[in-house]
């Protein structure tokens, strides 16, 4: 298992994620990556998933089931080099889009900016846009409604493949600006405590 280099390892510049969620602009002259995400992740297609009939399922390039939030995540976190993978559980945060057919979800957020989540669209229909801009106001709505309420997001693994781990998390980087750090934020390590083991990460 590996362990956080720094404190500034998860951090997303000076801005939590939350914060992100609440639409704070980007800066002027900053080039979206939307097209180009979108291109590379935004259908089967596009990832170069193949259909496996004699198993029956939908396999990522790396062989891994497409129809897995997790393997999908994992997968762009492997062709994306500034990329963090977040998780939730249903009952954690039942307003997720897809509470009531799933026991949870895992995304990819790349460049602390992007979502970009295939599955979505692929696999359950939630949605028909694979990338979504944290900074973009327009689709501040469909992230809610989506992705449920991001106080309930825990960092699974941060961008430069590290791991949380027990008692080397960063609770905070969920933290929206103002709330006190008291306040913090469960970790896919805490997460994982209540359901009897440790998340698993490639």
């Known amino acids: ?16 994620l939350v914060s992100c969620v609440s639409f704070i602009p980007a800066d002027e002259g900053t080039v979206s990556r939307i097209g180009a995400l979108t291109r590379r992740y935004g259908s089967d297609r596009a990832l170069g998933v193949r259909h496996d ?22 997968y762009i976190r492997s062709q994306e080099p500034d990329t963090a ?12 889009a897809g509470a ?3 026991d949870g979800h895992d995304f990819a957020v790349v460049d602390s900016r992007y979502i970009v ?10 949605s028909k846009r694979a990338v979504l801009d944290l900074e973009n106001p327009a689709h501040a709505k469909e992230i809610r409604q989506l992705y449920g309420n991001p106080l309930k997001w825990s960092l699974m693994a941060g961008p430069s493949g590290m791991a949380e781990r027990a008692g080397s998390a960063r609770n905070d980087v969920l933290r929206p600006p103002g709330v006190s750090t008291a306040a913090k934020v469960r970790t896919s390590a805490e997460r994982a405590q209540t359901q009897g083991g440790l998340p698993e990460v490639r």
């Not at 029956?56 to 997790?70: F, H, Q």
């Open 53 to 74: 009939r004699e198993m029956g399922i939908a396999l990522l390039p790396d062989g891994e089931p497409a129809s897995v939030s997790g393997h999908c995540a994992r």
């Open 100 to 102: 009531a057919l799933q």
């Open 117 to 126: 989540d295939p599955w979505v669209v692929e696999t359950e229909a939630l």
């Open 1 to 16: 298992m590996f362990e956080p280099k720094s404190d500034r390892e998860y951090d997303l510049g000076n801005r939590s």
């Open 85 to 96: 993978i977040y998780g939730f559980w249903s009952r954690d945060n039942p307003s997720w």
